[in-house]
């Protein structure tokens, strides 16, 4: 059973930068890291679950225009790790962050994100940013 555990939330000040992780585990003997579109969501209180950026196999990236030019995700298949480094933070950019994980498409992003598509999600990190 595939597994995500983020982890690198913190309170920050505006303007700073953070750099979440997504530790993938549980593949079996069929499936790979490789296979899957892995993305991040967030999802702030008293809101909607919103995506925030989506990474492919092959590495084409999506992002919402709220973090465009400010984050960026990355991921590493030697490693079964992703990554969202976080730029120029603003309050509102405060959420729970979650990892989730698309095994359906042979590791091809959709390319309108919606969290029904993700099978595996993390238990989400939380990030806070003061102003």
């Known amino acids: 059973q595939v597994q995500l555990l983020e982890s690198g939330g913190e309170s920050v000040q505006s303007g700073g930068s953070l750099n979440l992780s997504c530790a993938a585990s549980?593949?079996?003997?069929?499936?790979?890291?490789?296979?899957?579109?892995l993305a991040w969501f967030r999802q702030a209180p008293g809101k909607e679950r919103e995506a925030v950026a989506a990474v492919s196999r092959f590495g084409d990236v999506k992002y919402s225009d709220s973090v465009k030019g400010r984050f960026s995700i990355s991921r590493d298949n030697t490693q079964n790790i992703g990554y969202l480094q976080m730029n120029d933070l603003k309050p509102e950019d405060t959420a729970m962050y979650y990892c989730?994980?698309?095994?359906?498409?042979?590791?091809?992003?959709?390319?309108?994100?919606?969290?029904?598509?993700?099978?595996?999600w993390g238990q989400g990190t939380q990030v806070t940013v003061s102003s």
């Open positions: 989730a994980a698309d095994g359906t498409r042979h590791g091809i992003c959709y390319t309108l994100l919606r969290d029904t598509d993700f099978q595996v």
């Open positions: 549980g593949f079996s003997h069929d499936s790979n890291f490789r296979l899957y579109c």
